[in-house]
């Protein structure tokens, strides 16, 4: 199994505000259409690459968890 152009957010920063969906709205007359065919793409896209994963992506994966996680759990809980 592998994930080809796989790529994701293991954690959201402490205090960060939602997704920036209202800001985008507001920025362009057609903001909500772009938010919601870009979700529907990224959906499709993360199915693909999960599709089409192979051993060596799930391994690069495994060691960036392996990297991150510590921060991640860090920022989580303020130390």
């Given at each position: 199994?592998?994930?080809?152009?796989?790529?994701?957010s293991?954690?959201?920063?402490?205090?960060?505000?939602?997704?920036?969906?209202?800001?985008?709205?507001?920025?362009?007359?057609?903001?909500?259409?772009?938010?919601?065919?870009?979700?529907?793409?990224?959906?499709?896209?993360?199915?693909?690459?999960?599709?089409?994963?192979?051993?060596?992506?799930?391994?690069?994966i495994d060691q960036?968890l392996?990297?991150?996680?510590?921060?991640?759990?860090?920022?989580?809980?303020?130390?």
């Open positions: 199994m592998a994930h080809s152009g796989f790529s994701f293991c954690c959201s920063r402490a205090g960060r505000q939602g997704s920036g969906q209202g800001f985008i709205s507001r920025l362009h007359p057609a903001g909500e259409e772009i938010v919601e065919a870009r979700s529907t793409l990224e959906v499709k896209l993360a199915e693909l690459a999960a599709a089409r994963r192979t051993d060596d992506d799930v391994k690069a960036a392996q990297v991150i996680a510590p921060a991640s759990i860090s920022v989580l809980i303020g130390t």
